[in-house]
């Protein structure tokens, strides 16, 4: 059974453009989370989605969105980037709200 | 609000030593659950144990076993026989149950390191 996939693994941007990062879930898992992990700060609850609508999001600004998709993957969306949006973003999905799986993260570098 | 703090930074240990991780979590529920996760270089975080509040046995899996003691708010980890395999960044995690509050909370992690 295949795990947590994400998509790309690396991805530099240049300030002020938008990047988007992509997440597919373990099969039949419904929820999808993102944290963002980025130097000093720790891994950080970005937004979490289940069943198609977003249920919860972490203290990030607007300009870092997402949606989940009908087959359940996830984009994660982050407009105007900034330098410190440099990060690795992790995906995970659950299927009961609890355990949560990661995938391998895409490593964002801003410039 | 929930906490997770994880005391140690960095530890290093020659092979072969055992080696405990130490956690230590805040909550006001009575329903969580709580994590170890375990992060290579390679940045992926691999999924170790959860544990629910209700279940105060210890476990045991290989060379690895928890201690959960609701008494102390602690989940500590215990690496038996350390390998350099086992140099990694370690996680502790709580999660509620509670709808919208299922996000992980994440500790600062442990950089554990073990020298051949």
């Known amino acids: 059974e295949a795990g947590v996939t994400q998509s790309p693994t690396h991805l530099i941007k240049t300030r002020g453009q938008q990047a988007t990062l992509r997440c597919s879930p373990i099969?039949?898992?419904?929820?999808v989370y993102w944290y963002q992990q980025a130097l000093g700060l720790g891994l950080q609850f970005l937004l979490w989605?289940?069943?198609?609508?977003?249920?919860n999001r972490g203290n990030f600004p607007p300009r870092f969105s997402g949606r989940q998709f009908p087959n359940y993957s996830s984009e994660l969306n982050v407009n105007a980037l900034e330098l410190e949006d440099s990060a690795l973003y992790l995906c995970?999905?659950?299927?009961?709200?609890?355990?949560?799986?990661f995938g391998q993260g895409t490593r964002l570098t801003v410039v | 609000a929930q906490k997770v703090t994880q005391a140690q930074t960095e530890i290093s240990v020659v092979e072969k030593e055992d080696v405990t991780l130490d956690c230590v979590y805040e909550?006001?529920?009575?329903?969580?659950?709580l994590f170890w996760y375990k992060q290579p270089p390679s940045g992926e975080l691999v999924f170790l144990i959860r544990?629910?509040?209700?279940?105060?046995q210890n476990e045991i899996s290989g060379r690895y076993s928890w201690n959960f003691q609701k008494s102390t708010s602690s989940f500590n980890f215990t690496i038996t026989a350390s390998q350099v395999v086992d140099s990694a960044v370690y996680f502790c995690?709580?999660?509620?149950?509670?709808?919208?509050?299922?996000?992980?909370?994440f500790g600062k992690g442990i950089t554990l390191s073990v020298r051949p």
């Open positions: 989605y289940d069943e198609g609508e977003e249920r």
């Open positions: 099969s039949g898992h419904t929820s």
């Open positions: 544990r629910n509040s209700f279940d105060e």
């Open positions: 995690a709580l999660s509620l149950y509670t709808g919208a509050n299922s996000k992980l909370t």
């Open positions: 995970a999905s659950s299927l009961e709200r609890v355990s949560a799986f």
């Open positions: 909550t006001r529920d009575t329903t969580y659950y």
